[in-house]
């Protein structure tokens, strides 16, 4: 009995639920687990392969108690939540696990196939006998990590100081492509990526924030922001709500590009944005839950940007 | 014509107010410009700004009371920090920053809004119109 | 649907830029456009007369007007269009002239920009739905906030009306500026005797509450229903049990500046403010007084008769309802030491303001009425009046007129004459504003009847020499220059809002000028209103005036007060947001940003929480409207489908323009 299913198992005690993972055979990877009682929680685990942040679910369950398994990136997404009266601190438990990163499962897969079993050892993965430095296959948020410390948490699983967040790289591959275009180019860039859209509005089911859910206007289309149409232009407005919707408020989960079925890389612009609500507003969203998102506030003395540019 | 157009997003109050006070004192202005009036800068949504790129605008333009001065008090503090934002996004949404600004005119600002409108539109119209597509 | 598009001529204000007839083409050939019409004057009544004609004969259900700024006529032709049987928020009026016709030449640019614009309005109308103004009751009282003669002139009018009145001066009397001056122009009244009458009226009057020592802390609300914070501020004096009689200022041993003389001569830190101060009660100035300084003294209070001294005394605050507020707050004089260091920069004791020079007049001033040069105590023989001190002047930032010098400077000549006969009085001018009613005859008078030299030029530089103040500056009309030596320079410095104004704007929402004057709501047609509804202005907080001019604003502010006052209900606009409570996600980022606290929660069946707009308190920011993530609280006539339509059908290249598509549809152009 691992140290994690022993408390998962204890915070069933008082919650109704525990969100969680178990390892699926058939990904060779973690897959989400809802933990109803103290037996289905023995199979919890926690690897680098538990990528998905749970906290998409918790809005839903609010008439609920639930505890939830949250890797440092995951909490701020709670914390987000609390913020903005999603979530109340009084019916949720988070389990913080110490991680050292995750990883891209696309990557993993591109790598070694899909569906085999992945061993995490040290500094390299191991699958099937292929090995790759474990740095290279992490997902860019993990690199440079700033949150593996619990923001808040009610039970530490493990020691959250033993680990050491990965090093920040270098804006290699893409990003460097990105941020060698001119806007002309970034605008062609945009309209080839959002012209493999389907609008199957996966990236807004799997981020924790968009809890609009069905009545979100990319779906909606009520106002009329964007039209039903399948093509580039129709896609992009839609994205483009999501985006401003998410500002101030997004925590860079990374959850909405790893849904995308297409591959569309939706965290240029996130991270984009994350990084001028930062530089701009000195604010990280979900890293205090006593913070208003910078959006819904303003400062008379501070706000001082040339507005003559 | 110089064939860019030109969406201006006023506050009914005080840029819109000045900009009919330029049109009082006859003070001749490009033609580029299409002006849609709000109640104040603090119901322009940011979509609108890229709704209007992507319908084809080379230039958005948004003119509210100055800060300090807002007919509802607050709303133009929070528009300035939606439009900071915004034009912090443009470059990584492919539009050229210099296609959009925010500024503040007031109701007895008629000169200062001719001024406004001849610099953007002549910034603007050194860019040229922008390709076509989506935004 | 069928909208009716009328374009207005405007006379030739438009039809000389606009071709007005393709405009009407134009918009014939645009989605559910049934009539085109261009008119002459649609203002005019033949104009209105043939709208409403075309709605009732052609069954019209939306009217786009393109004409003037809707800021100038949109309720003009709501009314008409109302008069028709429609919904008087089914109109669009697009604006072709101030914002087309009159700031653009060629006629094919500004007929272009016009059909781009109708084109606009009728995508606009057509998503429009009938909106239906509401009404709030209106509290019947008004705040009049500044005691000088254009605050008591508002409250006294006010309350001479059946309307309760408060009064809150921030100064422990009433009287401003004007009980400071000694006699006024153009016909020498004794100032404070016309004043003085009226300042007992107000404490005696049983309209008016008056709050002195006070200040306003803050303002919440709307026209008809403001709610307002008062701070009264403690004076360590129980204002009931005061008698005015003075003992306590004679008796005590800390001195503290004088500011009712305008800092000529020296006050007590506890002091009534004048002999005939309105109330006749002390103030203690706890940043003089020794108690407070110290922690030793309370001589005023062992010497009060009646018991009247109470240093525990704190700042209490009253919250008051009111319908309508005047703001009368005034002026104060620009402090020219800074900008001029050519005239010493406040280095020389005998070149004083003009204000200090009026308390030097004065009979109740600190030196009895004596005119005195402060360095010495000597009589002036030769007094140099320079005007247009921080007014007029570029070079210090400051040009515009200070309306009033040229006056009291020939009303201090005369004056100073009157005093010590054997003096002789210089002005230096830029030019002699003499506008008013008897004011051209009154400076003539200072120089053919008292002999006042008037030198045409600007005065350079101030220095002493031998005990005199030599003025050096250039008469342009002799073309020379001139050196006058003073014995005493009396500057006419310009002047600004009161120091506090900008502060109380804020508190007010009102806009302000660099000089912090009040903006009125039109230059022309509103000219004691605010862009914020019932908020009125009075006297020289909203520029320069003189005493007149104060007063006839203040009685113009009261009508407009007594007229509001004097409806029961006010009709509030229905512009407002309002929730589709199905769709609300309960986030309540909508009541994180709404400026007027309209927003609250309310509790479905099933126990969801959601927000709910309060019609009522609700202004039509639209703040909520974008921060609403599904978008569902919008704002009534400015709702993102209107928005969206108006900028996507204004930037849509015009389809060539069909004559079977509009002679399809039957309609005429008529001119």
């Known amino acids: 009995m691992t140290e994690l299913v022993t408390k998962i198992q204890e915070v069933l005690n008082e919650a109704d639920v525990v969100l969680g993972w178990v390892h699926s055979a058939a990904a060779g990877a973690a897959v989400p687990a809802w933990f109803h009682n103290a037996v289905e929680a023995e199979a919890a685990v926690f690897d680098s392969t538990c990528v998905h942040n749970l906290a998409v679910h918790l809005p839903r369950l609010q008439d609920r108690t639930a505890g939830i398994v949250a890797k440092g990136c995951d909490i701020r997404s709670v914390v987000q939540l609390i913020s903005e009266g999603q979530v109340r601190r009084d019916r949720v438990r988070i389990i913080s696990v110490p991680c050292p990163g995750v990883v891209d499962v696309k990557k993993v897969w591109r790598c070694f196939g899909y569906g085999k079993k992945l061993i995490d050892a040290g500094g390299q993965v191991e699958m099937e006998g292929k090995t790759a430095p474990r740095e290279e296959i992490l997902l860019w948020k993990c690199r440079g990590c700033r949150d593996t410390a619990p923001l808040i948490s009610d039970v530490v699983v493990g020691d959250p100081a033993g680990v050491a967040p990965p090093s920040p790289a270098e804006r290699t591959g893409l990003r460097e492509r990105f941020d060698a275009m001119t806007p002309a180019e970034r605008r062609r860039f945009w309209q080839e990526q959002f012209s493999r859209c389907i609008r199957c509005n996966a990236c807004r089911e799997a981020c924790p924030l968009c809890f609009c859910r069905d009545v979100c206007t990319m779906q909606t289309r009520e106002p009329h922001w964007t039209g039903g149409q399948i093509n580039a232009r129709e896609a992009e407005m839609a994205q483009h709500i999501r985006i401003n919707h998410l500002a101030g408020r997004c925590t860079g989960c990374e959850e909405c590009e790893r849904a995308c079925p297409v591959g569309i890389p939706l965290m240029l612009l996130l991270e984009e944005q994350n990084r001028a609500v930062e530089k701009l507003f000195g604010y990280r969203a979900g890293t205090d839950p006593e913070a208003k998102p910078p959006l819904l506030v303003f400062d008379i003395d501070n706000d001082t940007w040339d507005s003559e540019r | ?135 | 649907m069928r909208i009716g598009v009328f374009v207005c001529q405007c006379g030739t204000n438009i039809a000389a830029t606009v071709a007005t007839r393709r405009v009407v083409e134009a918009a014939l050939s645009m989605r559910d456009v049934f009539h085109g019409e261009s008119i002459q004057y649609t203002c005019s009544d033949p104009g209105q007369r043939a709208i409403i004609d075309a709605i009732q004969q052609k069954n019209l259900t939306r009217v786009v007007l393109a004409a003037c700024s809707p800021r100038m006529h949109e309720t003009t032709f709501r009314r008409a269009i109302a008069q028709a049987g429609m919904n008087p928020f089914m109109l669009e009026m697009v604006n072709i002239r101030e914002q087309c016709s009159w700031i653009h030449s060629d006629i094919d640019t500004a007929t272009e920009k016009a059909i781009d614009l109708v084109r606009k309005g009728v995508a606009r109308v057509r998503r429009q739905t009938p909106l239906h103004a509401g009404s709030v009751p209106v509290t019947r009282r008004a705040l009049v906030i500044g005691g000088g003669v254009a605050g008591i002139q508002a409250a006294l009018d006010i309350a001479d009306a059946g309307v309760p009145v408060t009064l809150v001066e921030k100064s422990p009397t009433l009287g401003g500026n004007m009980a400071r001056l000694d006699k006024t122009f153009p016909t020498l009244d004794c100032s404070s005797c016309i004043l003085t009458p009226r300042m007992v009226e107000v404490k005696q009057h049983e309209n008016i509450d008056l709050m002195v020592s006070s200040e306003i802390e803050n303002v919440r609300g709307y026209i008809g229903n403001f709610e307002v914070d008062i701070r009264r501020k403690a004076t360590c004096v129980i204002e009931e049990k005061c008698t005015g009689c003075m003992i306590c200022e004679q008796k005590c041993p800390s001195r503290a500046p004088d500011d009712f003389n305008a800092g000529v001569g020296e006050s007590k830190a506890i002091s009534v403010a004048f002999p005939q101060a309105v109330p006749l009660v002390a103030a203690l100035r706890k940043e003089y007084c020794r108690l407070f300084l110290k922690g030793r003294c309370s001589v005023c209070k062992k010497v009060c008769p009646a018991g009247a001294i109470d240093y525990e005394q704190e700042d209490r605050f009253v919250t008051e309802r009111f319908g309508a507020i005047v703001a009368a707050t005034g002026f104060e004089q620009f402090d020219w030491k800074k900008a001029y260091p050519s005239f010493g920069g406040g280095l020389y004791p005998d070149v004083i303001t003009s204000l200090e020079y009026e308390r030097m007049l004065s009979a109740s001033g600190p030196t009895g009425g004596h005119i005195r040069r402060p360095s010495d105590g000597a009589e002036p023989k030769h007094i140099v009046f320079i005007s247009c001190v921080g007014s007029r002047d570029e070079s210090v930032g400051r040009p515009a007129c200070c309306g009033v010098g040229c006056m009291y400077q020939a009303k201090q000549a005369i004056l100073t004459k009157e005093h010590i006969p054997d003096s002789q009085s210089y002005v230096f001018y830029l030019d002699v504003r003499a506008g008013g009613k008897g004011y051209e005859e009154f400076v003539r008078r200072a120089t053919r009847e008292f002999g006042t030299i008037y030198v045409r030029g600007r005065v350079g530089k101030v220095y002493p020499r031998n005990g005199k103040l030599i003025c050096m500056g250039t008469d342009t009309l002799a073309g020379h220059q001139v050196e006058v030596e003073a014995d005493l320079v009396v500057l006419a410095a310009g002047l600004n809002a009161a120091g506090a104004a900008a502060g109380l704007a804020r508190k007010l929402n009102i806009s302000y000028d660099m000089y912090g004057f009040f903006s009125e709501g039109h230059p022309k047609l509103k000219p004691v209103e605010t862009n914020t509804g019932g908020v009125f202005l009075a006297g020289a907080c909203q520029g320069p005036k003189d005493i007149p001019a104060s007063v006839a604003q203040a009685g113009a502010a009261a009508a407009k007060v007594v007229s509001l006052l004097s409806r029961a209900e006010l009709e509030t606009s229905p512009m407002v947001a309002e929730v589709n409570q199905m769709k609300c996600t309960g986030c309540f980022k909508c009541r994180e940003v709404c400026p007027y606290g309209a927003i609250e929660e309310q509790e479905l069946r099933g126990g969801r929480r959601v927000a709910h707009v309060i019609g009522s308190l609700c202004q039509g920011c639209g703040l909520c409207n974008v921060a609403c993530p599904p978008a569902v609280i919008p704002l009534k006539g400015y709702t993102d489908n209107q928005l969206i339509a108006e900028v996507v059908e204004v930037l849509r290249e015009p389809e060539p323009a069909s004559s079977a598509g509009a002679s399809a549809k039957a309609v005429e152009v008529a001119e």
């Open chain 2, 1 to 135: 014509m110089s064939g860019v157009k030109i969406i201006g997003l006023l506050c009914n109050w005080c840029s819109y107010a000045g900009a009919d006070m330029a049109g009082t004192a006859r003070m001749k202005q490009p033609a580029a410009l299409r002006v849609v009036r709000l109640p104040c800068t603090g119901r322009v949504n940011p979509l609108l700004v890229l709704k209007a790129f992507q319908e084809g605008a080379d230039g958005v333009l948004v003119s509210g009371c100055h800060p300090g001065d807002c007919h509802y008090n607050e709303g133009n503090y929070y528009a300035r920090r939606r439009l900071e934002l915004l034009a912090a996004m443009l470059p990584a949404l492919g539009i050229e920053p210099e296609r959009f600004r925010y500024t503040w005119v007031s109701a007895s600002e008629g000169a200062r809004w001719t001024e406004v409108v001849e610099e953007f539109t002549g910034r603007v119209e050194a860019l040229g119109p922008r390709d076509g597509g989506a935004a």
